[in-house]
């Protein structure tokens, strides 16, 4: 696999000459089945109740992006002639999002909720409080967030409010008149997003329990104070999800970083999608509320329960019940890779190593940055950041190397979604102490996630590697399943410095080992698969594993199908939307798909394929992309070749067999699109690789 690549066309899906295959499945169905396997997780009696609780909220955190990024795009295009989406098309998305969200409120009310108040964890509504807890209620009330509301009443000069993305707010009907004898009727009560959305009763009211009070239970229970002299009728919360894809014009944007900057603020307000009110909201307040926002019916959602449930972790953050959470896991320093007191640089020359977070933990990165920062043979640190967060001791330790003289190079992908003030704001401060900051490629986002160190040793220079298949966040290191890589092998390393020069020049640029997007990794795979089906068609071993988060790409689905017909043997773990329809007698019976849903965010991707008998035929890939098409002609993707065999079938015995034997947390995907549940008790890969590192 050292043979060399030019880089430098874009490449584009060869058509495949294959026979008619089955129809694909539906990509938005497919991102609705994740969630509800996440949901699933909630109704596990194995799985520890606060836990249970945060699936719930996982659950609508996932469906807001959805309707802000994926269902909006639906939206869009159905609007443009030609789009090739119809207003059915969007009811019949709606129509399973809706199905899906009142089993998750059929969930929480009926199984999580009555479990919660059996181990003495309550969220006490307002006609359940006692005098006392009322009387609480009333002066936090009085103290803390009647000084913050801002009622309006509508009228022709107080007009219907912006109303921000995702933002809690109360509509109301109102009787009586106005302090200036006017019937109008309609106001619009904004809550600050400042104001906690769940308040923890003190001991002393609580009746021995751990006892919680909504924001809106509290706001309800007062709402008539905000409006003197008039009674409230009919009243309901709700919430507007919007549009919240940042628009910038690529062919004519001159500063990327001003660009964004500028429209961060137009993000929450952006075309409404969706519309969320409370299941007893009286039919002519959501009505007036749709006519307002321009929604049709099919966008209004009516929910049982409080209008946000992802916020929600604020009680299992408060919450006293250790008990009820899994158990605490550290990772764990891989001492036998990483002795602990010897450089980090020195044991690099012995061999590559790999990191397998969050059983192992995500310091020994942070550590070779470290030690590259404090040495003072480290000349140039090179690193890709898209999502680090908006405190990273690593960004800290890039700043810090720049004030000390070093040559720091950060490429900042500044379009990573929801991350972009952050990446903006750490853009200005490496700026600010002398880093180079680039942005990539305008209209290409910088996924790759790479780490070069270059140091003088003995007269030369010698370049050291880190490569990832997760982004540069220790926080996300503890609750995703990634793998990095640490290298000093000159062929690598000389390709991560292409990858930088690439990035900075936009000049074509030469790889040896790297395969990289938007230029050859797409056809090399397709190569693979090629070859693994040729393998198939001449009677030779042919066998595929991957494990990639997504797989909605066509091209890449139909060389799979064609190498199924060859008969070679295909075992996909694919974590969330999955397109190809395993099963299919004659297109895709040799193919497998399954996905493993546990306590961890599976994120790793790995490649494996063998064409033949030889030490020479097979090949492992560690890679920053999924197989959709945005990764393969969209952005600025890595896969490396793991040649080291001792690492190679480490990977191979952590990463992927694991998973492909996972009872307890798998789930295999039928030819219909639908997913069952592989068994209710067995094995968890998760879990044993927990064992094992601990």
Same mark, same amino acid.
């Given at each position: 696999?050292?043979?060399?690549?030019?880089?430098?066309?874009?490449?584009?899906?060869?058509?495949?000459?294959?026979?008619?295959?089955?129809?694909?499945?539906?990509?938005?169905?497919?991102?609705?089945?994740?969630?509800?396997?996440?949901?699933?997780?909630?109704?596990?009696?194995?799985?520890?109740?606060?836990?249970?609780l945060r699936y719930v909220t996982i659950v609508s955190s996932n469906l807001d992006e959805f309707f802000e990024v994926r269902f909006a795009d639906l939206a869009e295009a159905s609007r443009?002639?030609?789009?090739?989406?119809?207003?059915?098309?969007?009811?019949?998305?709606?129509?399973?999002?809706?199905?899906?969200?009142?089993?998750?409120?059929?969930?929480?009310?009926?199984?999580?909720?009555?479990?919660?108040?059996?181990?003495?964890?309550?969220?006490?509504?307002?006609?359940?409080?006692?005098?006392?807890?009322?009387?609480?209620?009333?002066?936090?009330?009085?103290?803390?967030?009647?000084?913050?509301?801002?009622?309006?009443?509508?009228?022709?000069?107080?007009?219907?409010?912006?109303?921000?993305?995702?933002?809690?707010?109360?509509?109301?009907?109102?009787?009586?008149?106005?302090?200036?004898?006017?019937?109008?009727?309609?106001?619009?009560?904004?809550?600050?997003?400042?104001?906690?959305?769940?308040?923890?009763?003190?001991?002393?009211?609580?009746?021995?329990?751990?006892?919680?009070?909504?924001?809106?239970?509290?706001?309800?229970?007062?709402?008539?104070?905000?409006?003197?002299?008039?009674?409230?009728?009919?009243?309901?919360?709700?919430?507007?999800?919007?549009?919240?894809?940042?628009?910038?014009?690529?062919?004519?944007?001159?500063?990327?970083?001003?660009?964004?900057?500028?429209?961060?603020?137009?993000?929450?307000?952006?075309?409404?999608?969706?519309?969320?009110?409370?299941?007893?909201?009286?039919?002519?307040?959501?009505?007036?509320?749709?006519?307002?926002?321009?929604?049709?019916?099919?966008?209004?959602?009516?929910?049982?329960?409080?209008?946000?449930?992802?916020?929600?972790?604020?009680?299992?953050?408060?919450?006293?019940?250790?008990?009820?959470?899994?158990?605490?896991?550290?990772?764990?320093?891989?001492?036998?890779?990483?002795?602990?007191?010897?450089?980090?640089?020195?044991?690099?020359?012995?061999?590559?190593?790999?990191?397998?977070?969050?059983?192992?933990?995500?310091?020994?990165?942070?550590?070779?940055?470290?030690?590259?920062?404090?040495?003072?043979?480290?000349?140039?640190?090179?690193?890709?950041?898209?999502?680090?967060?908006?405190?990273?001791?690593?960004?800290?330790?890039?700043?810090? %190397?720049? &004030?000390?003289?070093?040559? !720091?190079?950060? $490429?900042?992908? +500044? #379009?990573?979604?929801?991350?972009?003030? @952050?990446?903006?704001?750490?853009?200005?401060?490496?700026?600010?102490?002398?880093?180079?900051?680039?942005?990539?490629?305008?209209?290409?986002?910088?996924?790759?996630?790479?780490?070069?160190?270059?140091?003088?040793?003995?007269?030369?220079?010698?370049?050291?590697?880190?490569?990832?298949?997760?982004?540069?966040?220790?926080?996300?290191?503890?609750?995703?399943?990634?793998?990095?890589?640490?290298?000093?092998?000159?062929?690598?390393?000389?390709?991560?410095?292409?990858?930088?020069?690439?990035?900075?020049?936009?000049?074509?640029?030469?790889?040896?080992?790297?395969?990289?997007?938007?230029?050859?990794?797409?056809?090399?795979?397709?190569?693979?698969?090629?070859?693994?089906?040729?393998?198939?068609? %001449?009677? &030779?071993?042919?066998?595929? !594993?991957?494990? $990639?988060?997504? +797989? #909605?790409?066509?091209?890449?689905?139909? @060389?799979?199908?064609?190498?199924?017909?060859?008969?070679?043997?295909?075992?996909?773990?694919?974590?969330?939307?999955?397109?190809?329809?395993?099963?299919?007698?004659?297109?895709?019976?040799?193919?497998?798909?399954?996905?493993?849903?546990?306590?961890?965010?599976?994120?790793?991707?790995?490649?494996?394929?063998?064409?033949?008998?030889?030490?020479?035929?097979?090949?492992?890939?560690?890679?920053?992309?999924?197989?959709?098409?945005?990764?393969?002609?969209?952005?600025?993707?890595?896969?490396?070749?793991?040649?080291?065999?001792?690492?190679?079938?480490?990977?191979?015995?952590?990463?992927?067999?694991?998973?492909?034997h996972d009872e307890l947390d798998a789930w295999t995907l039928d030819a219909d699109g639908a997913y069952r549940r592989v068994a209710e008790a067995g094995i968890s890969a998760q879990q044993?690789?927990?064992?094992?590192?601990?």
């Amino acid at each position: 696999m050292a043979d060399e690549t030019r880089v430098g066309d874009l490449g584009e899906p060869p058509a495949a000459a294959v026979s008619p295959p089955p129809t694909l499945l539906n990509r938005e169905s497919s991102i609705l089945q994740f969630n509800r396997r996440v949901l699933a997780q909630a109704r596990r009696p194995d799985v520890p109740l606060l836990e249970r609780l945060r699936y719930v909220t996982i659950v609508s955190s996932n469906l807001d992006e959805f309707f802000e990024v994926r269902f909006a795009d639906l939206a869009e295009a159905s609007r443009r002639p030609g789009g090739g989406v119809s207003r059915e098309d969007l009811a019949a998305v709606a129509a399973a999002a809706h199905a899906l969200i009142d089993e998750q409120y059929a969930l929480l009310n009926d199984e999580v909720v009555p479990e919660l108040q059996r181990h003495g964890i309550v969220v006490v509504n307002h006609a359940d409080r006692d005098e006392a807890q009322r009387r609480w209620v009333r002066r936090f009330f009085e103290r803390e967030v009647r000084p913050l509301l801002v009622p309006l009443v509508l009228d022709p000069s107080h007009p219907f409010p912006l109303v921000a993305n995702k933002s809690l707010n109360f509509i109301a009907r109102l009787g009586g008149r106005d302090a200036f004898g006017r019937e109008n009727s309609i106001a619009i009560v904004k809550v600050p997003r400042v104001l906690p959305r769940v308040i923890r009763l003190p001991d002393s009211v609580s009746g021995g329990r751990q006892a919680f009070v909504l924001l809106t239970s509290v706001i309800r229970a007062h709402l008539e104070e905000l409006f003197p002299g008039r009674s409230v009728e009919s009243f309901s919360q709700f919430r507007v999800t919007r549009d919240s894809e940042l628009e910038y014009d690529a062919e004519d944007v001159t500063n990327l970083r001003q660009a964004l900057r500028s429209n961060l603020s137009k993000r929450h307000f952006g075309l409404a999608i969706r519309l969320e009110v409370v299941h007893s909201c009286p039919q002519e307040l959501h009505d007036f509320l749709l006519r307002q926002l321009q929604l049709p019916e099919y966008a209004l959602y009516k929910v049982n329960g409080p209008v946000n449930l992802a916020r929600l972790t604020e009680l299992i953050d408060q919450a006293g019940s250790d008990d009820l959470r899994f158990p605490r896991y550290e990772p764990v320093w891989p001492a036998a890779d990483l002795p602990p007191g010897r450089s980090i640089f020195d044991r690099l020359h012995d061999g590559d190593v790999v990191l397998h977070h969050p059983f192992e933990s995500f310091e020994p990165v942070v550590q070779f940055l470290r030690e590259a920062v404090e040495d003072p043979d480290v000349l140039a640190i090179k690193q890709t950041i898209y999502r680090t967060g908006s405190q990273s001791v690593l960004m800290d330790l890039l700043i810090e %190397a720049a &004030r000390r003289g070093k040559e !720091v190079m950060a $490429v900042v992908e +500044l #379009t990573a979604r929801f991350d972009e003030e @952050a990446n903006i704001n750490w853009a200005e401060r490496l700026e600010a102490v002398g880093a180079q900051v680039v942005y990539g490629v305008v209209g290409l986002k910088t996924h790759a996630k790479l780490m070069l160190v270059t140091r003088r040793e003995h007269g030369r220079l010698r370049r050291y590697v880190h490569l990832s298949t997760g982004n540069y966040n220790p926080k996300t290191a503890r609750l995703y399943t990634d793998l990095g890589y640490l290298s000093t092998d000159p062929e690598l390393t000389a390709d991560a410095d292409a990858v930088f020069q690439q990035l900075a020049s936009q000049g074509r640029m030469r790889m040896r080992r790297m395969l990289t997007a938007p230029f050859v990794l797409h056809r090399r795979l397709i190569a693979h698969i090629a070859q693994v089906a040729e393998a198939a068609r %001449a009677g &030779r071993p042919a066998r595929i !594993v991957a494990k $990639v988060n997504a +797989l #909605t790409d066509p091209g890449l689905i139909a @060389a799979l199908m064609d190498a199924g017909r060859a008969g070679a043997k295909i075992d996909l773990v694919i974590r969330g939307a999955c397109m190809l329809p395993p099963g299919v007698r004659g297109h895709t019976d040799t193919i497998r798909v399954r996905s493993v849903v546990g306590r961890f965010l599976e994120h790793t991707r790995v490649l494996y394929f063998r064409w033949g008998e030889g030490d020479d035929d097979e090949v492992l890939y560690l890679s920053s992309a999924d197989w959709m098409s945005r990764n393969m002609f969209r952005r600025i993707e890595l896969a490396w070749p793991v040649r080291d065999a001792a690492l190679r079938q480490r990977i191979v015995d952590e990463a992927l067999v694991p998973y492909l034997h996972d009872e307890l947390d798998a789930w295999t995907l039928d030819a219909d699109g639908a997913y069952r549940r592989v068994a209710e008790a067995g094995i968890s890969a998760q879990q044993a690789l927990t064992r094992r590192y601990r």
